[in-house]
Structure formats: C-alpha cells, structure tokens
C-alpha cells in the first residue's frame, strides 16, 4: 500500500514538471536510456541531457524531499 502511494506521488510529481524536464527523465529513468541515446532520441546535445536531468532530478527532490532541493547527491 505505502509503495503504490509513493509511486503515484512520484509519478504526480514527474508529470508536474516541466516538458523538456519530464522527457529527459523518462527517457533516463522510465526507458533505462543511456544519457548518448537519449541525446539522439531527444535530439539534444549530450551537455543539455545531462544539465537538464541534474535539474529535473533537483526539481523532484524539492517536491519529495522538503530541504533537500539544491543538495549535492554524495557517490
């Protein structure tokens, strides 16, 4: 029950975002893409995938994670 409620919070948030936020995400985490092919499928330089996942993923853990936004991930 906890999992299916976290997963639907998750999924609101990541819907929530930004298009171009949403779709490197998707193309990231749903697709399991690598961040080369999601440049290609995307049709974006490898420096924006990489900029705008760091974002998306900073946005999300703003959004589930109060106080944690702008936090540096350790490893």
């Known amino acids: 029950m906890l999992a299916a409620e976290r997963r639907a919070r998750l999924l609101a948030a990541v819907n929530a975002l930004p298009d171009r936020e949403r779709q490197v995400l998707v193309c990231r985490y749903f697709l399991d893409l690598s961040e080369a092919e999601t440049a290609q499928?995307?049709?974006?330089?490898?420096?924006?995938?990489?900029?705008?996942?760091?974002?998306a993923l900073n946005r999300l853990r703003g959004q589930l994670v109060p106080g944690q936004q702008n936090r540096v991930p350790s490893g």
């Open 41 to 55: 499928v995307l049709g974006w330089p490898l420096g924006s995938v990489k900029s705008r996942t760091w974002r």
